[in-house]
T-cell receptor
Framework: SQELEQSPQSLIVQEGKNLTINCTSS?????LYWYKQKYGEGLIFLMM?????EEKSHEKITAKLDEKKQQSSLHITASQPSHAGIYLC???????????????FGQGTILTVHP | EAQVTQNPRYLITVTGKKLTVTCSQN?????MSWYRQDPGLGLRQIYY???????DKGDVPEGYKVSRKEKRNFPLILESPSPNQTSLYFC???????????FGSGTRLTVV
């Protein structure tokens, strides 16, 4: 089984709708990263969370890390076709992981936004 | 422009023929890493490096080698490629913990 579980695996929404993607681990998340990928292309860094309860926003995207540091959510408000792509969460799953650059990724969530 | 450059972008090769995928970054980053991405399996780390001459195995290192002789370069070597190494490969670099990795554009490798 995956060490990082993302849900849902795919999501189809109408433009203007809000949506949430979740990233869950049975281990403590030492550094949680959200990326966006266009199919077959490189990953674009969105934001990074480290502290329990931390929340960050960029434009219409908000990411949160829960207090226990085992779950993160990515929320998109008023989705647009430009938000379409694959969203991946990546995390260091041990305390030394962030120091050593060792990251584990979830399987990704494919987001489709219909105009 | 700050970037991670991988070459080649596309490569078709035959089983057993040694190949190298190059990766270079111009941001003076300490950390560099190689990942492979496969449908249904997601992004998996092959090797990573914390600095020059310091490397360690990721989750799927079998069949791969790396070296970090210079800070900017982190080549991925397949000594004897096999069809199960057909995949999309990404190189990435990061300045330090707490910073996101910058990813290259990817190398699509097919081994026949």
């Amino acid at each position: 089984s995956q060490e990082l579980e993302q849900s849902p695996q795919s999501l189809i929404v109408q433009e203007g709708k809000n949506l949430t993607i979740n990233c869950t681990s049975s281990k403590t998340l030492y550094g949680l990263y959200w990326y966006k990928q266009k199919y077959g292309e490189g990953l674009i860094f969105l934001m990074m969370l480290q502290k329990g309860g931390e929340e960050k926003s960029h434009e219409k995207i908000t990411a949160k890390l829960d207090e226990k540091k085992q779950q993160s959510s990515l929320h998109i408000t008023a989705s647009q076709p430009s938000h379409a792509g694959i969203y991946l969460c990546g995390a260091a799953l041990n305390a030394g992981g962030t120091s050593y650059g060792k990251l584990t990724f979830g399987q990704g969530t494919i987001l489709t936004v219909h105009p | 422009e700050a970037q991670v450059t991988q070459n080649p972008r596309y490569l078709i090769t035959v089983t057993g023929k040694k190949l190298t995928v190059t990766c270079s970054q111009n941001m003076n980053h300490e950390y560099m890493s190689w990942y492979r991405q496969d449908p249904g399996l997601g992004l998996r780390q092959i090797y990573y490096s914390m600095n020059v001459e310091v490397t360690d195995k990721g989750d799927v290192p079998e069949g791969y080698k790396v070296s970090r002789k210079e800070k900017r370069n982190f080549p991925l070597i397949l000594e004897s490629p096999s069809p199960n190494q057909t995949s999309l490969y990404f190189c990435a670099s990061s300045f330090h913990q707490g910073y996101g990795y910058t990813f290259g554009s990817g190398t699509r490798l097919t081994v026949v």
